[in-house]
């Protein structure tokens, strides 16, 4: 599965962004795609997933009530809407895929070493 992550930029504290990944060349109706960050010197962290067959959506703690995950079947594609931004929120934001027969589990969603594929990621800055 090819994951070219686009929307990045550079915004102000409070502004909103959104991100998108297209997911091509995916199999499974059942698998999920999850969008992770990491900013220099720290380590990947999961944001939020979705699983193209609908259901629950984990977000992580820091983007809770911020940050919407959203996706549309026909153009293979998942939106990360970002609003009141934080400096704070400032790292490469990658996404990753699932392309798996079986449906994910919830915990499945949050681990980056569940992920098959991964695309090269897209920068986010925001400034204060």
């Known amino acids: 599965v090819q994951l070219p992550a686009c929307g990045g930029g550079l915004v102000q504290a409070r502004g909103s962004l959104r991100l998108s990944c297209q997911a091509s060349?995916?199999?499974?109706?059942?698998?999920?795609v999850g969008w992770f960050r990491q900013a220099p010197g720290k380590e990947r962290a999961f944001v939020a997933a979705i699983r193209w067959s609908g259901g629950s959506t984990p977000y992580a703690d820091f983007v809770k009530g911020r940050f919407t995950i959203s996706k549309d079947n026909a153009k293979n594609t998942v939106y990360l809407q970002m609003n009141n931004l934080k400096p704070e929120d400032t790292a490469v934001y990658l996404c990753?895929?699932?392309?798996?027969?079986?449906?994910?589990?919830?915990?499945?969603?949050?681990?980056?070493?569940?992920?098959?594929?991964w695309g090269q990621g897209t920068q986010l800055t925001v400034s204060s």
């Open positions: 990753a895929a699932i392309d798996r027969s079986a449906r994910p589990i919830q915990s499945v969603l949050t681990l980056a070493a569940s992920y098959d594929s």
């Open positions: 060349g995916r199999t499974f109706s059942n698998g999920a």
